[in-house]
Structures are given as C-alpha cells and as structure tokens.
C-alpha cells in the first residue's frame, strides 16, 4: 500500500497565524483527501485535492480558510489560516487505494 | 439520526475473551463499508472491508446486514495488542468516494 509522509506531526501556533501541512505520497494517487479531527468527534472530511484542478471543500469548510495546493500526483499541502483555538484538532491527508484508504500519520494542532 | 452509530463503550474485555462491536448506518444506498482501527493519537488504519457475504481475517470477523444496515466486527481470543477504538465506516452514496465516519467504540482488553 501507498507510504504517505506528512509534516508537522504536531505544532502549537498562536491565533491569528497560519500553519501549512505538506502531505507526500510514495506513489502516484488521482484524488488525495483532508480531513480534521476533532477532539471527541469523527473524521470529518475537509476537501478533496485533484492534481491540476481546485480542490473540493465540503459543506462548513471554505478555500479562503484552508487553501489547498496539489501541485502534482504525489504532493499535497493544507493551510489552516488566521487560526483561532476552534481550529485545534488533528488534521490529516489521505489516498485511496484498491483495498481502502490510507492516512498520513497526522498533525496535531495547537492554537493558543 | 446520525448517518453512522456505533457504541462508544468503552468495552473493557480480558484476555481471550470474544467481543462484537455493532455500527448502524442511515443510508440504504450506500454501498462501501470498512472497520478501521485507531490506536491513541494515531492515524486510523484499515482492518478490514466488510462484503454483502461476511468475511474473515484471522480472529477478525465481518458481517453486513443491508436489510437493517447493520454492520458487525467480532473479534475472537482477544489480545491486549486488540486495545484501540474501532471506527465504523460508510461511503456517502451519493458521493461514493467520501467516507462517513463513525466516533468509534472504545475496546480495553486487560490481562
């Protein structure tokens, strides 16, 4: 199965500023896909990245908060902007594959 | 009705013990169903994909009810390696590749 690396694996960052998660994938893969979670609460699917087009945010997520890049079929990048506390969660990117769908390690996210 | 249910638990199980975990979903026209695990501050890993006939892994066993949409994971000779939380996932049939995911049931198994 496809070896996804994703970085940071955790930051603390102060309201207001932006962090960009960079998610890379061994392989080459159509679709990637970001998803939050929050303390206590399921994966919730945040967009899907297609390589070449503009991502597609689901319901409650907007590009102007979490601008994405998929510059090629490996790489992937989501941006968590002018943050507040409600922002904090683990953030993480994922492939799909034959069998099911594969998750980057995560990035735990901090705002204060 | 939220469109994935299952137990939270948490199910504390000793050693080699069997225990079963159950998952309604809410859409008769989904068509794709997992159980991923989750072990603490890690990223969810598949375990298993669920079929119409029921399939087995080892001491991992699924089971698909469509009628009731009603998923099942039994898991026999429990090991302490078993601990984790267990998420109930579902494709969004209308959107067959955005996944609906469960909040987990919580499995300890002691010694």
């Known amino acids: 199965s496809a070896v996804i690396s994703q970085k940071p694996s955790r930051d603390i960052c102060q309201r207001g500023t932006s962090l960009t998660i960079q998610c890379q994938v061994d392989s080459q893969v159509t679709m990637m896909f970001w998803y939050r979670q929050q303390p206590g609460q399921s994966l919730t699917l945040i967009a899907t990245?297609?390589?070449?087009?503009?991502?597609?945010?689901e319901s409650g997520f907007v590009i102007d908060k979490f601008p994405i890049s998929r510059p090629n079929l490996t790489f992937s990048t989501l941006t968590v902007s002018n943050m507040s506390p409600e922002d904090s969660s683990i953030y993480l990117c994922?492939?799909?594959?034959?069998?099911?769908?594969?998750f980057g390690s995560g990035t735990r996210l901090t705002v204060v | 009705r939220k469109e994935v249910e299952q137990d939270p638990g948490p199910f504390n199980v000793p050693e080699g013990a069997t225990v079963a975990f159950n998952c309604t979903y809410s859409?008769?026209?989904?068509?794709?169903f997992f159980w991923y695990r989750q072990d603490c501050r890690k990223e969810p890993k598949l375990l298993m994909s669920?079929?119409?006939?029921?399939n087995e892994d080892g001491r991992f066993t699924a089971q698909l009810n469509r009628a009731s949409q009603y998923i099942s994971l039994l898991i026999r000779d429990s090991k302490l390696s078993d601990s984790a939380t267990y998420l109930c996932?579902?494709?969004?049939?209308?959107?067959?590749?955005?996944?609906?995911w469960g909040l987990g049931t919580s499995l300890a198994v002691n010694p």
């Open positions: 996932v579902v494709d969004d049939a209308g959107n067959n590749r955005k996944l609906i």
């Open positions: 994922s492939v799909e594959q034959a069998s099911g769908y594969t």
């Open positions: 990245a297609n390589q070449g087009s503009e991502a597609t945010y």
């Open positions: 669920v079929y119409s006939s029921g």
């Open positions: 859409n008769s026209a989904s068509q794709s």
